[in-house]
């Protein structure tokens, strides 16, 4: 069974950092472009950064480029998420999900954890 | 980037209604085009694939279609269970975009 794990959230002030993780199991990690997908309160999905199979290669959203960074460790089968700097528009409960397709569909999700901006 | 436009925002239905909910993409997306389904206080689930594929355990009811801009997501007799946000996708090029989702809820 495809299990992916989210940690690290909280309620951070703004201009602070933060990390999250997100620990895969049920399926070879490796072999997979994994992802971060995050949703404002009552509000849509809006995909943050992808990764590539070996790490090699990142992509992210215009709005979080210089200050998240998605990493992944493949003998840990775990990914990050380093968020620098943080916004108040960052807050939002982040998903990670698996890339089926590459770069294309999320078949699998996490159950999301939540990150607070907020002096 | 990609923009999706979902319709309607909100659609009320009756129980076994046959529905459709309709995205449609600013530039032509090929047949990348995936569907989601989000319950309350749930993650997404994804229902279709490539615009028209089935994804194993999603119920027959469920079924996609449509290439290059205008895509449907139709269900076959609607269930109380299916009141949920559906959310459209585009993986055709990077930034992967979403829609911003059509509210499905009991008339």
């Known amino acids: 069974e495809v299990q992916l794990v989210e940690s690290g959230g909280g309620l951070v002030q703004p201009g602070r950092s933060l990390k999250l993780s997100c620990a895969a199991s049920?399926?070879?990690?490796?072999?997979?472009?994994m992802a971060w997908v995050r949703q404002a309160p009552t509000k849509g999905l809006e995909w943050v950064a992808s990764?590539?199979?070996?790490?090699?290669?990142?992509y992210y959203r215009d709005s979080v480029k210089g200050r998240f960074t998605i990493s992944r460790d493949n003998a840990k089968n775990t990914l990050y998420l380093q968020i620098d700097s943080l916004r108040s528009e960052d807050t939002a409960t982040y998903y990670c999900?698996?890339?089926?397709?590459?770069?294309?569909?999320?078949?699998?999700w996490g159950q999301g954890v939540m990150v607070t901006v907020s002096s | 980037d990609v923009v999706l436009t979902q319709s309607p925002a909100t659609l009320s239905v009756t129980p076994g209604e046959r529905i459709s909910l309709s995205c449609r993409a600013s530039?032509?997306?090929?047949?990348?085009l995936h569907w989601y389904q989000q319950k309350p206080n749930e993650s997404p689930r994804l229902l279709i694939k490539?615009?028209?594929q089935s994804i194993s355990g999603i119920p027959s009811r469920f079924s996609g279609s449509g290439s290059g801009t205008d895509f449907t997501l139709s269900i076959n007799g609607v269930e109380l269970e299916d009141l949920s946000i559906y959310y459209c996708?585009?993986?055709?090029?990077?930034?992967?975009?979403f829609g911003s989702g059509t509210k499905l809820e009991i008339k």
């Open positions: 999900a698996k890339d089926y397709g590459g770069y294309s569909e999320f078949d699998y």
């Open positions: 049920g399926f070879t990690y490796s072999n997979y472009v």
């Open positions: 990764i590539s199979t070996g790490g090699g290669n990142t």
């Open positions: 530039e032509s997306v090929d047949t990348y």
């Open positions: 490539y615009a028209s």
């Open positions: 996708q585009q993986g055709y090029s990077l930034p992967l975009t």
